[in-house]
């Protein structure tokens, strides 16, 4: 069926968390590279860049003043303190695609979530990526090379309260392989992108079939 027959539908947030290490920075980026119709939310962040980082594609890197007018003025979609530095989602992309029925795929934490799901619940959809131990989250922690020993510390030892969330999201995934991971998500955003409560048109169009002349 063409695109344009296609009943008009309104696109979806569909949010990963995880804890540092746990693979959801991967998996954001495939999906973002390989699928159709799906904008990547790039949140703001007060936090320094690492040297394999690019502004402006996986973080836009802003100063702790810029930080805090944004959230005054309510142009932040979700916003929390992570490790000391501000994270934060720009509201007015995400608001466009939603509407013209582009989804929208976030990387974010647990805090992040909780607050986009209290203000759209219809809206979202929500996967906790967990590693396969503690001990190969340690060991993916240190292959990285992008931190240091006591930064590497401190994301273990806030690990196991990132983790203690996972009841409250849609779907679990554990990333013990990543292509198995993948086509896991890949299989919940298709699944959810078909539900009938977001497809906005679904009424007129099945009005128009029913009031067809039969041949």
Do not use: C
């Amino acid at each position: 069926m063409a695109d344009a027959v296609r009943p008009a539908r309104r696109g979806l947030m569909l949010i990963l968390s995880s804890p540092s290490g746990a693979g959801k920075s991967t998996l954001t980026r495939n999906l973002s590279q390989n699928e159709n119709n799906l904008d990547l939310s790039i949140s703001v962040t007060t936090r320094l860049k690492r040297p394999s980082e690019i502004d402006g594609v996986h973080y836009r890197f802003i100063d702790r003043a810029t930080f805090d007018a944004m959230r005054q003025h309510n142009e932040l979609l979700e916003w929390a303190e992570v490790h000391g530095n501000g994270y934060g989602t720009p509201r007015k992309d995400v608001e466009t695609s939603l509407a013209d029925g582009r989804d929208v795929l976030f990387d974010i934490d647990w805090q992040g979530t909780q607050q986009i799901v209290k203000k759209a619940r219809e809206d979202v959809v929500t996967i906790f990526i967990l590693p396969p131990s503690m001990a190969e989250l340690r060991s993916r922690l240190v292959r990285r090379a992008e931190d240091a020993p006591e930064v590497i510390a401190k994301r273990l030892g806030n690990a196991r309260d990132e983790i203690a969330r996972w009841e409250k999201y849609d779907y679990v995934i554990v990333n013990d392989d990543l292509g198995a991971a993948y086509e896991s998500i890949k299989a919940i955003l298709t699944a959810e992108r078909l539900k009938r409560s977001r497809a906005t048109g679904l009424k007129d169009f099945v009005d128009r079939l029913l009031g067809e002349a039969l041949a």
